[in-house]
């Protein structure tokens, strides 16, 4: 079946500007998860959500940084006012159910973002 | 807090073995291990849970000990397409349901 897909792949845009980064999960998966991994950095956690329970935003760097998900399934993570530290790939994963008990992560390719 | 991850980067030839440690300072509900090759997403290799239960990937093995809070993963008659980035990502107990991934140990393989 179809993977997790993230759109757009690369993203280049100026400082200041605000960006929207689209992931579409594994169909029934519960569970999302965003991340961040700078050049040559692990992955740095944003964001998760689980079903319809409050998301864990524990991992956002800054109030620039803000995701939703509608209807449990396709989440859009915003930058606001971007940086030129927040040029990165950003991740997106998804569980069947949450990883933290014993289900693996699937990832999608990522959006690279380019703040120039 | 992430966890720490050893050694940083470490070159093979094909057939040698090779172990990647992750310690950490909290305790530990589950270790998850995942490879990543450049400019690809991570996959998921091995699960290892709090009491024993392990699930993952044939040919790579690991422990997990939770008294010293570490695991490992063990890579044996390495092949080329072992080559990556190896990361581990730890659940905490009490600390919900997300990952948190170490900076990675970077693995090559030559003939």
């Known amino acids: 079946g179809a993977g997790v897909s993230q759109s757009p792949s690369n993203k280049v845009t100026e400082k200041g500007k605000d960006v929207e980064l689209r992931c579409d999960p594994i169909?029934?998966?519960?569970?999302l998860y965003w991340y961040r991994q700078s050049l040559g950095q692990g992955l740095e956690f944003l964001i998760y959500?689980?079903?319809?329970?409050?998301?864990?935003k524990s991992g956002l760097p800054s109030d620039r940084f803000s995701a939703e998900r509608t209807g449990g399934s396709v989440s859009t993570l915003t930058i606001q006012r971007t940086q030129q530290e927040d040029s990165a790939v950003y991740l997106c994963?998804?569980?069947?159910?949450?990883?933290?008990?014993?289900?693996?992560?699937?990832f999608g390719p990522g959006t690279r973002l380019t703040v120039t | 807090q992430q966890p720490v991850q050893s050694p940083q980067a470490v070159i093979l030839r094909e057939g040698e073995d090779a172990v990647i440690n992750c310690s950490s300072s909290?305790?530990?509900?589950?270790v998850h291990w995942y490879r990543q090759k450049h400019g690809e997403a991570p996959v998921f290799l091995m699960i290892?849970?709090?009491?024993?239960e392990q699930k993952g990937h044939e040919k790579i093995s690991a422990s997990f000990n939770e008294k010293k809070q570490q695991s490992s993963l063990y890579l044996t008659a390495s092949q080329l397409s072992y080559s990556g980035t190896y990361f581990c990502?730890?659940?905490?107990?009490?600390?919900?349901?997300?990952?948190?991934f170490g900076t990675g140990t970077q693995l090559k393989v030559e003939l």
């Open positions: 994963a998804s569980s069947l159910y949450p990883s933290g008990l014993s289900y693996e992560q699937y």
């Open positions: 169909s029934g998966h519960t569970a």
């Open positions: 959500f689980q079903g319809n329970s409050a998301p864990d």
């Open positions: 909290k305790a530990l509900y589950s």
């Open positions: 290892l849970l709090k009491g024993g």
């Open positions: 990502g730890t659940a905490y107990t009490g600390g919900g349901n997300k990952l948190t």
